[in-house]
């Protein structure tokens, strides 16, 4: 498996669930000021061409959440995914699916001081906050003591805020995102 990345990119994200997962890969470095990222050859793995992206034989994947399912789902035995059939399956990807449709553009608002127009699919940033709030309940997981992909991709995005020198500025939460953090596979705030 090949994971293309770039440290000062989202690539982190896939770098810490293929952590996670135990799994074997190789870091492929691209570098964005050499445009590596738009080559012909990588846009045929990305058509964005964006960070990361991840190949795996014959399967190409981009975006995080995407990169995220496929590889809890590859390593059953890191238990990082409710099984298909699971009761938890349908709340586990609905919220690795909210965390880049909802929270991610919701915070990038909030940090940008963009009002938020509720046509455009997300709600404000104390909705969503509210929101996580509920969903992360006594934690310490968005699934109590089970820690899955979905931590990766809600956790990620407030591991990214705390890199900016931001906090949620509600306890839960940012208590969460200190638990996340300190995992020995967890992100590595630069
Ligand atoms: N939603 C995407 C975002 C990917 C993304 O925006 N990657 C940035 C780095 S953080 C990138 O590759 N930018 C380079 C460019 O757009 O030229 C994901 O989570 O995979």
């Known amino acids: 498996m090949k994971l293309y990345f770039n440290p000062q990119s989202r690539a982190v994200i896939a770098k810490w669930m293929l952590d996670e997962a135990g799994a074997e890969y190789e870091l492929v470095l691209i570098d964005f000021e050499k445009k590596e990222n738009k080559a012909p050859d990588f846009l045929k793995i990305n058509p964005a061409g964006k960070l990361p992206a991840l190949v795996d034989g014959p399967a190409r994947l981009f975006e995080n959440a995407a990169i ?87 956790g990620s995005m407030f591991c990214y805020q705390r890199m900016f020198g931001g906090k949620t500025d509600r306890p839960k939460l940012d208590a969460y995102v200190d638990r996340l953090l300190a995992r020995p596979k967890g992100m590595k705030l630069r």
Do not use: N
């Open 68 to 154: 995220c399912l496929y590889v809890a789902d590859k390593y059953p035995q890191a238990k990082l995914a409710p099984k298909l059939d699971a009761p938890e399956r349908g709340r586990y990807l609905s919220l690795v699916v909210y965390s880049t449709s909802q929270l991610e553009p919701s915070m990038a608002d909030h940090m940008t001081k963009t009002p938020t127009l509720p046509a455009r699919g997300w709600t404000s940033y104390p909705e969503t906050l509210d929101a996580m709030e509920r969903e992360l309940g006594d934690g310490p997981y968005l699934f109590g003591d089970w820690f899955t992909a979905a931590d990766v991709m809600i």
